[in-house]
């Protein structure tokens, strides 16, 4: 059982960065691909950013690219989402996900076993 703890949210300025960071439990964390979700009030949870096990490969949505960036290091079981540039859009709520299914990086919901619980990100105009 793989336990994940968001960090990192708040509010912000358009314009300005934030940075999310999400702890993982558990020995296998270097074996779980693992991702960002986002899900605004009224809104389905859409994908972010994905990242493969070793962390070499990386994924973005179109919405984000250019903007943000995923990264993990696999001694200390986090991942992280560095957020630039940010625009009231991007207010949601933010959410890390690990898989113990896929090693390879994974965009839809249904690929990750373990959520996090969510950590409000909100950017004012």
């Known amino acids: 059982q793989v336990q994940l703890v968001e960090s990192g949210g708040g509010l912000v300025q358009a314009g300005g960065s934030l940075r999310l960071s999400c702890a993982a439990s558990?020995?296998?964390?270097?074996?779980?691909?693992m991702g960002w979700f986002r899900q605004a009030p009224g809104k389905e949870r859409e994908f972010v950013a994905g990242?493969?096990?070793?962390?070499?490969?990386?994924y973005y949505a179109d919405s984000v690219k250019g903007r943000f960036s995923i990264s993990r290091d696999n001694a200390k079981n986090t991942v992280a989402l560095q957020m630039s540039s940010l625009k009231p859009e991007d207010t949601a709520v933010y959410y890390c996900?690990?898989?113990?299914?896929?090693?390879?990086?994974?965009?839809?919901?249904?690929?990750?076993?373990?959520w996090g619980q969510g950590t409000q990100v909100t950017v004012s105009s």
């Open positions: 990242i493969n096990n070793s962390g070499r490969s990386t």
């Open positions: 558990g020995r296998t964390f270097s074996s779980y691909a």
């Open positions: 996900a690990g898989s113990a299914v896929y090693t390879t990086v994974v965009t839809t919901t249904r690929g990750y076993n373990y």
